[in-house]
């Protein structure tokens, strides 16, 4: 009997062809996800990116198509576009250093991917990434359900890393929730955070898991201290990944997500990161946890700067 093949192939574009973005394009493609359609403003770059990818193609058994551009005209009708586009950190940057250039950036890069894409679901992966993303689903005019920024993954995937080295248990056996901004303000749940359903607060004692929950707030910044010429990119994109597989492969998975709130958690007109399932429609729901007040303070708190730095990046955009 003949294979069934679909009459399309699922593609997605990925603005910005840094350590990120291209990371992310053999993610993509070697997990045989979809086409990837590469794009940058830095002539060369992008094509010989995808170049290389496809030269790999035999040796990691897929054939998934991956175009290097320089024109929005070739990511047309992509199901999936990542902004990866943008500065990164140096070392004593915060992300919200960030603001004035990539908030440009970003604005631009959203304007354009959408007009030859406008059925796209959006993911927005530039610092200062709540801002960037409220300022994308202002910039496209999009349902909040087809654009989020992809932080609480990585956060989570951080706090579950150091749970694991200091435990010496197997990363996979554990499980935690990261919500808020992606910054300092992050709000890692001790509670939620569990080595095979058994909470971490049974295994560590309070200033352990304090020591953890600071070492993730400042886990980006611990890696651009140590490589000096950049920031962190492996397990950015491998998280990004994941919000793209959840999509494509529709799996309805459970994720914190930088996603626009609109009386969740008590908060209005803010993105921040809360958890939502996400499907091959976008973000199928937002769930509200039963936070602690001292959750919901911090949760808050975390909201308010990203409100600070909304305001300050609009501002910046007002053309004198």
């Avoid at 359900?145 to 200091?166: K, N, P, Q, Y």
């Avoid at 399932?277 to 946890?289: A, C, D, P, Q, T």
Wanted: include cysteine; charge should be negative; charged fraction near 20%.
């Amino acid at each position: 009997m003949a294979s069934f093949i679909p009459c399309h192939l699922p593609r997605v574009t990925i603005v910005g062809a840094g350590r990120v973005g291209s990371t992310l394009a053999q993610r993509i493609a070697e997990k045989n996800l979809a086409d990837v359609v590469l794009l940058d403003i830095v002539e060369g770059i992008p094509q010989g990116l995808a170049l290389d990818l496809l030269e790999a193609r035999g040796i990691e058994l897929h054939n998934r198509q991956i175009i290097g551009t320089n024109d929005y005209a070739d990511t047309a009708n992509s199901e999936i576009v990542v902004i990866t586009a943008g500065i990164p950190r140096k070392p004593g940057m915060s992300r919200d250093d960030l603001l004035r250039t990539n908030a440009k950036i970003v604005v631009e890069a959203a304007k354009n991917a959408i007009a030859y894409s406008p059925n796209a679901i959006f993911i927005i992966v530039t610092n200062p990434l709540d801002v960037m993303t409220y300022l994308a689903w202002q910039a496209t005019g999009l349902p909040r359900d087809r654009i989020m920024g992809m932080a609480g993954v990585l956060d989570s995937a951080r706090f579950e890393t150091f749970i694991a080295l200091e435990l010496g248990v197997l990363p996979a056996d554990v499980k935690a929730m990261v919500l808020g901004s992606h910054g300092d303000l992050m709000v890692p749940l001790s509670r939620y955070a569990t080595v095979n359903g058994v909470p971490i607060t049974e295994l560590l004692d309070e200033s352990t898991i304090n020591r953890l929950i600071e070492r993730t707030r400042n886990g980006g910044a611990e890696i651009v201290e140590l490589m000096q010429t950049g920031g962190a990119f492996f397990a950015p994109a491998s998280a990004t990944s994941v919000m793209v597989e959840s999509i494509l492969l529709n799996q309805s998975r459970l994720l914190p997500i930088a996603t626009y709130l609109q009386g969740e958690y008590g908060l209005e007109d803010v993105v921040i990161g809360v958890p939502c399932r996400l499907g091959y429609s976008g973000i199928e729901s937002i769930v509200e946890l039963n936070l602690s007040d001292n959750e919901r303070e911090a949760l808050h708190t975390s909201a308010k700067s990203v409100r600070k730095n909304i305001e300050r990046s609009q501002e910046m955009l007002v053309v004198k």
